[in-house]
């Protein structure tokens, strides 16, 4: 049985939290379970409230390459069996396509995002407000 991908309204009221974080992105999840997923956070937070997001900017081939190599050493650090590692859904998607699948749910990004310096992974810290 596969596990939930979504917050039910019967586990916490709808508009209920005014500031909601995701330091581990969206890209854990496959293009389907990913859109219920976010509903389900957006539906969580009332007008004027927010999403803080950090999640990779995979903008080709290469930097979809960096990103994985850096979650196959994050995951060896953790001593995750490679079997384990090798099924990790890895759903790598640019700012612009987050932003855009954001925008849907009323979504806006507040200010452009911050980068760490040294970071060739492209992890954006960003700041969503829900008009």
């Known amino acids: 049985r596969q596990r939930?991908?979504?917050?039910?309204?019967?586990?916490?009221?709808?508009?209920?939290?005014?500031?909601?974080?995701?330091?581990?992105?969206?890209?854990?999840?496959?293009?389907?379970?990913r859109r219920v997923f976010?509903?389900?956070v957006v539906n969580l937070i009332p007008s004027g409230?927010?999403?803080?997001?950090?999640?990779?900017?995979?903008?080709?081939?290469?930097?979809?390459?960096?990103?994985a190599l850096a979650h196959d050493v994050f995951n060896a650090g953790l001593m995750t069996e490679w079997k384990i590692n090798e099924e990790e859904i890895r759903n790598f998607t640019t700012v612009a396509q987050v932003e855009e699948?954001?925008?849907?749910?009323?979504?806006?990004?507040?200010k452009a995002p911050l980068l760490q310096k040294g970071d060739p992974t492209l992890n954006n810290l960003m700041v969503f407000r829900k008009s």
């Open 38 to 40: 976010i509903e389900s």
């Open 101 to 110: 699948e954001l925008a849907a749910y009323g979504m806006h990004m507040e």
């Open 49 to 67: 409230g927010q999403l803080v997001l950090r999640d990779h900017d995979v903008v080709d081939q290469t930097m979809a390459h960096i990103v």
């Open 4 to 33: 939930q991908m979504c917050i039910r309204d019967r586990d916490i009221k709808p508009h209920s939290i005014e500031l909601v974080t995701n330091y581990i992105g969206f890209h854990h999840a496959s293009a389907e379970r």
